[in-house]
């Protein structure tokens, strides 16, 4: 017990916040993250451009806590500003809460953190629940190859992954020429270079109606080409054949939703 508490003083999670025009989201964060037990956090807001009291809101965090750094973005686009808050950050282990999204209880960062930890690989994926609707997303637990994420339609959200800081920094953090999926392509890395697990615990509550969600049709398509680029030709039939059957269920959902 001793060495566990020892371990949690001396190691540090780092929770990345990218925001912008969202204050109301950046306090219900914050605050989640305030509430959070048992852990050593440092919060790591990266704030683009804001019209509304955004920028204020972070400023006023960091006068109130001193494990707090506030990166003002620089370059445009969301994996842009995540890989700036990854640069900023100083942890072992980092984990991305974007404003908005919250823990799903004050023991969720410690969970994580004694997950990877006593798992040692490079990513842990718990689950999670959409914000203002019953149904909760979460896995059994088990070993996570590249492979069996890859072809999975329930692969879960970053909100709800820690990661170990070098895995991440491995692969230069996010490759920004994907628009929507560079996070799923940081996860296959990841799994085929350091592994990773699947956890049953619950980590997060997250916003719905994230530009993914809106955008399916080309997430699918830059998803087939990560998995050509991560697993090779050998694995481009399976995965267009993947990539068409997805898009056929999507368009047969939507005509049903219409009907």
């Known amino acids: 017990m001793e060495s566990s508490i ?10 990345i916040t990218i925001v912008k025009d969202h204050e109301k989201g950046l306090i219900a964060t914050l605050e989640s993250l305030l509430a959070q037990k048992n852990i050593n956090w440092e919060s790591v807001i990266v704030v683009s451009e804001s019209v509304d ?11 109130q806590n001193r494990n707090v750094i506030i990166v003002n973005q620089i ?11 990854i640069y900023a950050s100083t942890g072992e282990y980092l984990v991305f809460m974007n404003a908005g999204d919250v823990f799903s209880n004050p023991e969720s960062l410690s969970g994580m ?18 914000l203002g609707k019953d149904k909760i997303f979460s896995y059994s ?6 492979l069996r994420f890859a072809f999975n339609l329930k692969f879960g959200c970053h909100q709800a992954m820690i990661f170990s800081r070098v895995s991440v920094l491995k692969f230069r953090g996010y490759d ?22 699947r956890v049953n615990n619950v980590f997060a509550a997250v916003e719905p109606g994230g530009i993914s969600d809106r ?31 997805i898009l056929a269920k999507i368009k047969t959902k939507r005509s049903r939703i219409k009907f």
């Not at 020892?6 to 929770?15: A, G």
């Not at 953190?113 to 040692?120: P, S």
């Not at 049709?217 to 068409?244: A, C, M, N, Q």
Request: aromatic share 10%; proline share 1%.
């Open 6 to 15: 020892w371990n949690i003083m001396i190691e540090k999670v780092s929770v």
């Open 53 to 63: 009291k955004t920028q204020n809101i972070a400023n006023s965090f960091k006068e």
């Open 75 to 85: 370059s445009k686009g969301i994996y842009q500003a995540m890989n700036e808050g």
């Open 113 to 130: 953190y004694n997950e990877i930890k006593n798992h040692k690989c490079g990513l842990i994926v718990g689950g999670y629940r959409v």
């Open 141 to 146: 637990e088990k070993k996570l190859s590249s």
């Open 176 to 197: 920004s020429s994907f628009k929507l999926c560079a996070d799923y392509r940081l996860v296959l890395q990841i799994l085929s270079k350091d592994g990773g697990r």
């Open 215 to 245: 955008s399916l049709t080309y997430v699918h398509s830059e998803k087939h080409d990560i998995r050509k680029e991560i697993f090779g030709k050998i694995i481009w039939l399976p995965s267009l054949i993947w990539k068409i059957l």
